[in-house]
C-alpha cells in the first residue's frame, strides 16, 4: 500500500508523508484506517523503522494521524478528502512553479497567468 521511490530526490520520510495524503485523498485510507506498525512497514520496505517513525510523527503534529498506546497510528478526521487534494494540488503547483522559475518564467509572468486564470481568461500556452 504505501511506497518509496529510492531513486528520488525526495527524502524517504517525506514520501510516506505524501503517500498517506495521497491514498486517503483517493479514498483508500479512510478516518480511523489502523497504519501498519513502524517496524512491520519498515522491513516491508526495507527501510529504517527511525524513517518510518518520523514520517508518523510528522503527521501526527500535522494532526493527519493520532496515536494510541499500544494500539498504533490511526487516520484522523483532519485528513478528509477535500483537504487531502488541496494539500497535493499545492504541493503539484508549488513544484511547477520551481521548475517554470528555474526554466526563466519570471515571477511577474507567473502572476499575470495567475490573474487570467482567476479572473476567468482561458490562456492556456
Known amino acids: 500500500m504505501l511506497t518509496v521511490n529510492f531513486s528520488s530526490r525526495t527524502p524517504v520520510y517525506q514520501q ?14 479512510k478516518s480511523h484506517t ?13 527501510i529504517n523503522p527511525n524513517t518510518v517513525q518520523k ?21 484522523s478526521d483532519k485528513l478528509n478528502q477535500n483537504e487531502a487534494e488541496k494539500i497535493k494540488v499545492r504541493k503539484d ?8 522559475y528555474k ?12 490573474n487570467e486564470i482567476t479572473d476567468g481568461g482561458s490562456r492556456n500556452d
Do not use: N, Q, W
Open 55 to 75: 514520517a508518523y510523527k510528522m503527521l501526527e503534529l500535522d494532526g493527519y494521524v493520532y496515536s494510541t498506546v499500544g494500539r498504533g497510528s490511526f487516520i
Open 16 to 29: 510516506l508523508y505524501d503517500d498517506v495524503v495521497r491514498l486517503t485523498s483517493l479514498g483508500v485510507l
Open 93 to 100: 503547483l508549488k513544484e511547477a512553479m520551481d521548475r517554470a
Open 103 to 114: 526554466r526563466g518564467i519570471t515571477i511577474e509572468e507567473m502572476v499575470s497567468m495567475v
Open 34 to 46: 489502523k497504519l501498519p506498525p513502524v517496524r512491520t512497514l519498515a522491513t516491508e520496505l526495507g
